[in-house]
């Protein structure tokens, strides 16, 4: 009992110590890598290759003055930015990192707590990450930041149907809502869940961005159109506060995203040494994200709609009955077979969207989407 | 589950049910609710109901709570109605009456009710699981199931057609009703 | 020691009881339609309480199951309440009930 408990005390501080730590190594590498991608040069003052540069910002924010802007609602406007970042780390609780180990004679689970209902947890804390944006936008008395809030929570509330319908295929590939059980089936079945549920992971993806906020669907904060969204009115240590929830938030998501599709902690090829595979999906995910950020122009608000209610939400549903059904009548094959529907049906689902997309700009052709700005 | 845990978790309920009545901005009540509603989740958990909590936070805080955000920022309402003076003369005396009226049948029931009312919990294992919610679900209760498909539908169309209008900003009406609860 | 017995179920049905009834002096008190609405989930909630409670006490897991359904009607009925608000409100620009007299817009 009481080694249990210390377990799990040093289970929860080394969780967090760590990815608190990921993030000023995180922005440093956006930053170098964004500024690689458009041919600039990046931090470069502060320390080798400007590695402390992350570090002199967040002391710079920290010792700045606290402003509480006139007008602004004291209560939530203290609140909004704790808001935003606890769900974040709290979604990292049932997270699993690596395979049991043993620990003086006792099975450790490398994961803070192992839940039967862990995937259900990560949708309702993912759910509460909402609350932040909302409260921030309305209290800071400010029409951009109202616009802001209201756009973010708009697109968050939509873009969580796609990630819940997704999530649920998963569920029923693996029978068992218990993360480690997710990794664990995708080791049984010799396959990972990228393969059977490919459009799945494709829909998580786009969802995902959209979920975090970031370019090219970060209409909440587009500073061409309104100013900085709903943290326009914050400073200092309070819109560091968003902008480390940012990044926990991308830390969460990216690890989420290992164990539901890539296997969690097993190792491709050669050993499987702990941690260590799981840190390269994670990171990889995250490279990922940072380079489609670089990438695309920003989306119009009715198109970032369109998408996730006219594509991502009938997408995810053909694909949820195409799972359930395959899973009903294919028996013992059921995954192999399902590793060729899926990406069928994703071929199929992009067709769709060419298609529609051409009608699209035949009927209207001044109706080009406009490049946005990127940053 | 002891009477210590208990009282302090119901009593962050009822304190932030009793800032939902007496707030007087419709936000800050709102929050006052999302906060008891946690509350009460917690209380969920206490009576181990694990999928209950987690469809409590997710359904209530996630989404119900969010959409009357959402609706108070569209609107803007600057009403500051002032929390209790209602216009109807002696309106709150009535409320106060009749809810002391309420609360005192309550706990008149509770006094006098049987054997259940001190009756110690008895589970089986793995109860409260989503297991054994699903088996429940599908089972002895699956035409309810179906019919709440059928409200969710009914109430998707009704919110779209309800809010249908051009000229104002897209709102995704069907958001709760839609996905959540499924 | 009293603080370390187990809590009998009249606990859970005062409590059930006593946010219900908060909630149904706040429907009867203000006036703002979106509180009133927040004050009927309050309602709900109080009976879900009651309902898991139960279930746990009898041991029979169906008072759960009620609860999932509570919460489905609770969500639709949100999605259409605050879609007639916002139909009211673009028609009169107040949503005081006490403005809301009349059945013609």
Known sequence: MLFDLIASFIKAVLVFAVVMSFVPFLIWLERKLVAWMQQRIGPNRTGPFGLLQPIADAVKLIIKENIFPSGVEKITYFLAPMMSMIPALAAFAVIPFGSPVRIMGRTVNLQVADVNIGILYILALSSLAVYGAVLAGWSSNNKYSLLGGLRTSAQMISYELPIGLSVVSIVLLTGSLSLNEVVRSQASHGIWNIFPQFLGFIILLISYNAELNRAPFDLGEAESEIVAGYHTEYSGFRFAMFYMGEYVNMVTVAALVTVLFLGGWQAPFGPEIPLLWFLIKIFAFILLYMWVRATFPRVRYDQLMALGWKILVPASLANLAMTAVIIVLGGPNAVRILSVGSIVLAVLVGLVLKAAVALRTKSAPGLAPPAGAGS | MTWLTFLIVSGIAVIFAGGLIFSRNAVHGAMCLVASFCAIATLFLLLSAEFIFVVQIAVYAGAIMVLFLFVMMLLNVQGQEGALAGRAPGQLLVALALGAALLGQAVWLVARGGEIISRPARIPAGFGSPEDIGTALFTRNLLPFEITSLVLLAAMAGAVVLARKAGLSPKPNGAPAGGKPE | ?105
Do not use: H
């Not at chain 3, 609405?37 to 409670?53: D, K, P, Y």
């Not at chain 3, 608000?85 to 006490?98: G, N, P, Y």
């Open chain 3, 1 to 105: 020691m009293i603080w370390n017995a187990t809590v009998p179920f009249g606990a859970w049905a005062v409590l059930s009881g006593l946010l219900f009834t908060m909630g149904a002096a706040g429907f009867l008190v203000r006036r703002d339609p979106i509180v009133m609405f927040m004050c009927i989930e309050l309602m709900l909630n109080a009976g879900n309480l009651l309902f898991v409670a139960a279930a746990r006490y009898l041991g029979v897991v169906d008072g759960q199951v009620y609860v999932f359904f509570v919460m489905t009607v609770a969500a639709a009925e949100v999605a259409v309440g605050l879609a007639i608000i916002v139909a009211i409100f673009r028609r009169k620009t107040t949503i005081d009930v006490d403005e809301m007299s009349e059945m013609r817009g």
